[in-house]
């Protein structure tokens, strides 16, 4: 497909939207299917085909709304509403509103903060198409940025756009995209690959899954221009199994490209060639790691392995192999189509563009946000997120997932950004963002994530197999009433040793949480260890007041 | 593993602040023995590819921000490099530590008592006691082999015997099940080790094992002395075929 035949494809599928007299978009992400959806867009079917409006109804499934909290959200085009929580039964009030008033339906607020204060670059599309169809994608530019790439720039302009965009890696360490894509440009080896991480693993976190669910094509369309701009002509997108929808629709999306020649061999009429296949992961929290992910796709056990050599140098079967994750691949066509200076203009200084989050916890809207860099947590958590719900006091936002920390009151005013992160001993993390209010204990947080840390842990090396382990024995000890300030220093101990020591990120960053419920929230431990009492009334302390056993 | 070098330069490096020539192709573990500098291991034998797992032999580089195995990093010009203070030491003897808390190691009743690679490890890093909690599971013994028998109460998970068995006997019947603290070594997918398909009985395994988690029918306590002599020889073998 070239570009005039691209632009006739948009305009054709244009026209057939213009022309449909009611598109009702019904939010099929994955929360709103669990709150029903696709029975909704059942219903609303059979009874637009049983009132005789088939002609004029077309119903269609699309991406994430975003306001997850209210689901099942439905979108009417011809009047501009959007409607919330309409439960399946509820189709007939939908079809009600498209002739006469709306009654029995919540019209849903579209200039509330929540949708107002956001920027949406990656999540520009979701909720506009139906992720199935690639024309869809292509009739709101997409394939544009690839197409333009291949005409008008040549690779060492594609990598000198990305670093002048200022986009960093969107995965957690927001290492600069520019300079990846730049070393593994200039590395030797026989082929090189481009490799999407899509191992999304920590709890609370799903904007990866949003951005594959909903816009297949985007990531696609990200890895192809990765690839022109590296050198590559093979690449792997590694999901994990838990995300079925995400596997099913990028596999549509693959084989949708394939057909219209913007994935394969001599894309576009040029001489770049790039496949893509997909690689399903095991349900190892781990294979995130770049050396694990790496391990993984060649079929061996996945485990990491010190680096150097990194796998810019060195990555799959030896060669030079970039791995961006899916929201930063997101982020290349956007950025090609709007330029680089536009992008390096949202944000901060030193960290450009947006961000997406997963709005979770104890806050009134739950959902996926995606908001410039250096936005505030009190606009976040307070006018986006609309607060604590019934009443509740805030207490804590957790980010960076096992990897990060809490972060509590006095730096809600602080901006966003992976720098003020790291220095209140948190990180900006693949974007999970939850919300604690009063009702939550620090040393259940702490001992939650250590949980997941320990059963995540590889085994390879020492520190974070045993370390891991031990900690969350400690804190159990800690929960139950049973330790001494012994363990709490042992705690400590643990901590800056296994952070120190461990082979890869996962042990590596492990004891955050421990260490930044320490550091802000250290009156509770101490409740817990001297007074044998949970402030927050969560933990069991079921150990006998005085008696330290050993468990 | 890293691809060999074929261009090998001679650099200068710094290590506890005497300088020291080397081969890029080496490692900051080898240029050290060179030296008569011993750095604690346990995962690393001579002989055997390096994982860098056992973070015992993690040295100080200057200007890198995190701790570096010695075992798998290539030494390069002008590199600073730091094997013993008092935050390496404190390190290690933690992880020691931690692998006596994580099993049962109990030295009295053990047939390696007394030629046994953590015990000396133990010794090496001022290790006194026990501090943290116990992990201790109780594991089945695998005594199903007709010549040696498997205790995974002493296993330290180094892999030597995994790696042994694949890269010079080329068997490769052990392997890793599980992940974390839950992780063991199997044989033949989880098979006992006597009806394994793939096992030669070559006992290599065996001799390269640190503790008394693979040792041979028959001794009693503080009896299994390892007999190690083959790998340096099969070492040098493979390196004249490189």
Same mark, same amino acid.
């Given at each position: 497909m070239n570009l005039e035949e691209l632009e006739s494809t948009a305009a054709h599928e244009r026209e057939l939207c213009a022309g449909q007299k009611c598109r009702l978009r019904v939010c099929t992400g994955t929360g709103c299917a669990s709150a029903g959806s696709d029975r909704l867009t059942q219903a609303l079917r059979e009874r637009a085909k049983e009132r005789g409006m088939e002609g004029e109804v077309t119903v269609t499934e699309v991406g994430c709304l975003g306001l997850c909290a209210e689901g099942p959200l439905v979108k009417v085009d011809a009047t501009d509403t959007l409607y919330q929580n309409v439960a399946p039964n509820l189709a007939d009030n939908v079809l009600d509103s498209l002739t006469g008033e709306a009654a029995g339906i919540t019209i849903c607020?579209?200039?509330?903060? @929540? @949708?107002?204060?956001q920027n949406r670059v990656v999540l520009e599309n979701a909720g506009h198409i139906e992720s199935d169809r690639i024309e869809s994608y292509i009739a709101r530019d997409g394939y544009r940025a690839l197409l333009h790439v291949l005409a008008e720039m040549s690779p060492a302009d594609v990598v000198a756009a990305i670093t002048q965009s200022g986009l960093r890696g969107r995965g957690g360490a927001g290492y600069p995209t520019g300079l990846k894509w730049s070393t593994v440009a200039k590395a030797n080896g026989p082929r090189k690959f481009v490799v999407c991480n899509g191992d999304e693993g920590d709890p609370g976190a799903f904007m990866d899954r949003s951005v594959m669910e909903d816009d297949p094509h985007r990531v696609l369309e990200g890895m192809a221009i990765a690839a022109y701009a590296v050198g590559a002509s093979h690449g792997y997108i590694y999901v994990r199994a838990e995300y079925p929808r995400a596997i099913k629709r990028l596999k549509t999306a693959i084989s949708r490209a394939e057909r219209q020649g913007l994935l394969g061999s001599s894309i576009a009429g040029t001489s770049f060639s790039f496949s893509i296949d997909l690689r399903v992961g095991a349900g190892a929290f781990v294979c995130g790691e770049e050396t694990a992910l790496i391990a993984s796709v060649q079929g061996n056990r996945g485990t990491p392995r010190p680096r150097p050599p990194y796998p810019a140098m060195s990555g799959l079967w030896g060669c030079p192999t970039l791995i961006n994750n899916v929201e930063t691949l997101g982020s290349i066509a956007p950025i090609i189509r709007c330029g680089a200076p536009w992008y390096a203009e949202i944000g901060t200084e030193k960290s450009h563009g947006t961000k997406v989050f997963c709005l979770t916890g104890a806050i009134k809207n739950t959902g996926l946000i995606e908001v410039p860099m250096g936005i505030t947590l009190r606009e976040i958590v307070f006018d986006i997120g609309g607060g604590i719900p019934n009443g509740g006091k805030f207490k804590a936002v957790q980010t960076g997932g096992p990897s990060g920390g809490c972060i509590p009151e006095?730096?809600?005013?602080m901006p966003v950004d992976y720098e003020s992160l790291r220095e209140v001993g948190s990180i900006m993390g693949s974007g999970g963002m939850i919300v604690m209010d009063e009702t939550s204990c620090m040393v259940d947080v702490a001992r939650f994530f250590m949980e997941f840390c320990m059963s995540e842990s590889c085994g390879k090396c020492i520190p974070c197999r045993v370390g891991t382990a031990e900690m969350y024995k400690l804190l159990t000890r800690i929960a139950t009433g049973a330790a001494t300030m012994n363990d709490l220093s042992k705690l400590e101990e643990l901590c800056s040793m296994v952070r120190e020591t461990s082979l890869c990120g996962l042990g590596q960053s492990a004891p955050n949480p421990v260490v930044s419920t320490l550091r802000y929230f250290r009156d509770e431990y101490l409740a817990h260890v001297q007074e044998r009492v949970c402030p927050a009334g969560v933990c069991p302390m079921t150990a006998r007041k005085g008696v330290a056993t050993h468990a | 593993m890293p691809e060999t070098l074929t261009n090998t330069e001679v650099v200068t490096l710094t290590i506890n602040g005497q300088e020291v020539s080397a081969r890029t192709d080496e490692t900051i573990m080898e240029v050290a023995e060179e030296q008569g500098i011993r750095i604690p291991a346990l995962c690393h034998i001579s002989g055997l590819s390096d /994982?860098?797992?056992?973070?015992?032999?993690v040295v100080e580089i200057q200007g890198s921000p995190r701790l570096q195995p010695a075992c798998v990093t290539r030494v390069s010009e002008g590199m600073t490099v730091t094997t013993h203070n008092d935050r390496l030491k404190a390190h290690r003897r933690t992880i020691v530590e931690m692998l006596f808390a994580e099993r049962n190691h109990v030295c009295s009743v053990c047939v390696s008592n007394g030629h046994c690679d953590l015990q000396n490890l133990a010794v090496e890093c001022g290790m006194?006691? /026990?501090?943290l909690p116990y992990l201790a599971p109780s594991l089945q013994v695998d005594a199903s082999h007709k010549r040696f028998v498997m205790d995974p109460?002493?296993? /330290?998970?180094?892999t030597r015997c995994v790696r042994v068995c694949d890269e010079i006997e080329g068997a490769h019947t052990w392997d890793i099940m599980g992940r974390g603290v839950d992780s063991r070594v199997i044989t033949d997918l989880g098979k006992p080790w006597g009806e394994s398909d793939t096992c030669t009985s070559c006992g290599k395994c065996v001799q390269v094992c640190?503790?008394?988690a693979l040792f041979e029918k028959g001794v009693s306590v503080a009896e299994m002395t390892k007999r190690r002599q083959f790998l340096p020889y099969l070492k040098t073998m493979r390196e004249v075929q490189k």
């Amino acid at each position: 497909m070239n570009l005039e035949e691209l632009e006739s494809t948009a305009a054709h599928e244009r026209e057939l939207c213009a022309g449909q007299k009611c598109r009702l978009r019904v939010c099929t992400g994955t929360g709103c299917a669990s709150a029903g959806s696709d029975r909704l867009t059942q219903a609303l079917r059979e009874r637009a085909k049983e009132r005789g409006m088939e002609g004029e109804v077309t119903v269609t499934e699309v991406g994430c709304l975003g306001l997850c909290a209210e689901g099942p959200l439905v979108k009417v085009d011809a009047t501009d509403t959007l409607y919330q929580n309409v439960a399946p039964n509820l189709a007939d009030n939908v079809l009600d509103s498209l002739t006469g008033e709306a009654a029995g339906i919540t019209i849903c607020n579209e200039k509330q903060p @929540f @949708f107002a204060r956001q920027n949406r670059v990656v999540l520009e599309n979701a909720g506009h198409i139906e992720s199935d169809r690639i024309e869809s994608y292509i009739a709101r530019d997409g394939y544009r940025a690839l197409l333009h790439v291949l005409a008008e720039m040549s690779p060492a302009d594609v990598v000198a756009a990305i670093t002048q965009s200022g986009l960093r890696g969107r995965g957690g360490a927001g290492y600069p995209t520019g300079l990846k894509w730049s070393t593994v440009a200039k590395a030797n080896g026989p082929r090189k690959f481009v490799v999407c991480n899509g191992d999304e693993g920590d709890p609370g976190a799903f904007m990866d899954r949003s951005v594959m669910e909903d816009d297949p094509h985007r990531v696609l369309e990200g890895m192809a221009i990765a690839a022109y701009a590296v050198g590559a002509s093979h690449g792997y997108i590694y999901v994990r199994a838990e995300y079925p929808r995400a596997i099913k629709r990028l596999k549509t999306a693959i084989s949708r490209a394939e057909r219209q020649g913007l994935l394969g061999s001599s894309i576009a009429g040029t001489s770049f060639s790039f496949s893509i296949d997909l690689r399903v992961g095991a349900g190892a929290f781990v294979c995130g790691e770049e050396t694990a992910l790496i391990a993984s796709v060649q079929g061996n056990r996945g485990t990491p392995r010190p680096r150097p050599p990194y796998p810019a140098m060195s990555g799959l079967w030896g060669c030079p192999t970039l791995i961006n994750n899916v929201e930063t691949l997101g982020s290349i066509a956007p950025i090609i189509r709007c330029g680089a200076p536009w992008y390096a203009e949202i944000g901060t200084e030193k960290s450009h563009g947006t961000k997406v989050f997963c709005l979770t916890g104890a806050i009134k809207n739950t959902g996926l946000i995606e908001v410039p860099m250096g936005i505030t947590l009190r606009e976040i958590v307070f006018d986006i997120g609309g607060g604590i719900p019934n009443g509740g006091k805030f207490k804590a936002v957790q980010t960076g997932g096992p990897s990060g920390g809490c972060i509590p009151e006095q730096y809600l005013d602080m901006p966003v950004d992976y720098e003020s992160l790291r220095e209140v001993g948190s990180i900006m993390g693949s974007g999970g963002m939850i919300v604690m209010d009063e009702t939550s204990c620090m040393v259940d947080v702490a001992r939650f994530f250590m949980e997941f840390c320990m059963s995540e842990s590889c085994g390879k090396c020492i520190p974070c197999r045993v370390g891991t382990a031990e900690m969350y024995k400690l804190l159990t000890r800690i929960a139950t009433g049973a330790a001494t300030m012994n363990d709490l220093s042992k705690l400590e101990e643990l901590c800056s040793m296994v952070r120190e020591t461990s082979l890869c990120g996962l042990g590596q960053s492990a004891p955050n949480p421990v260490v930044s419920t320490l550091r802000y929230f250290r009156d509770e431990y101490l409740a817990h260890v001297q007074e044998r009492v949970c402030p927050a009334g969560v933990c069991p302390m079921t150990a006998r007041k005085g008696v330290a056993t050993h468990a | 593993m890293p691809e060999t070098l074929t261009n090998t330069e001679v650099v200068t490096l710094t290590i506890n602040g005497q300088e020291v020539s080397a081969r890029t192709d080496e490692t900051i573990m080898e240029v050290a023995e060179e030296q008569g500098i011993r750095i604690p291991a346990l995962c690393h034998i001579s002989g055997l590819s390096d /994982v860098g797992a056992c973070r015992l032999c993690v040295v100080e580089i200057q200007g890198s921000p995190r701790l570096q195995p010695a075992c798998v990093t290539r030494v390069s010009e002008g590199m600073t490099v730091t094997t013993h203070n008092d935050r390496l030491k404190a390190h290690r003897r933690t992880i020691v530590e931690m692998l006596f808390a994580e099993r049962n190691h109990v030295c009295s009743v053990c047939v390696s008592n007394g030629h046994c690679d953590l015990q000396n490890l133990a010794v090496e890093c001022g290790m006194q006691e /026990v501090t943290l909690p116990y992990l201790a599971p109780s594991l089945q013994v695998d005594a199903s082999h007709k010549r040696f028998v498997m205790d995974p109460n002493r296993c /330290v998970m180094c892999t030597r015997c995994v790696r042994v068995c694949d890269e010079i006997e080329g068997a490769h019947t052990w392997d890793i099940m599980g992940r974390g603290v839950d992780s063991r070594v199997i044989t033949d997918l989880g098979k006992p080790w006597g009806e394994s398909d793939t096992c030669t009985s070559c006992g290599k395994c065996v001799q390269v094992c640190p503790t008394g988690a693979l040792f041979e029918k028959g001794v009693s306590v503080a009896e299994m002395t390892k007999r190690r002599q083959f790998l340096p020889y099969l070492k040098t073998m493979r390196e004249v075929q490189k």
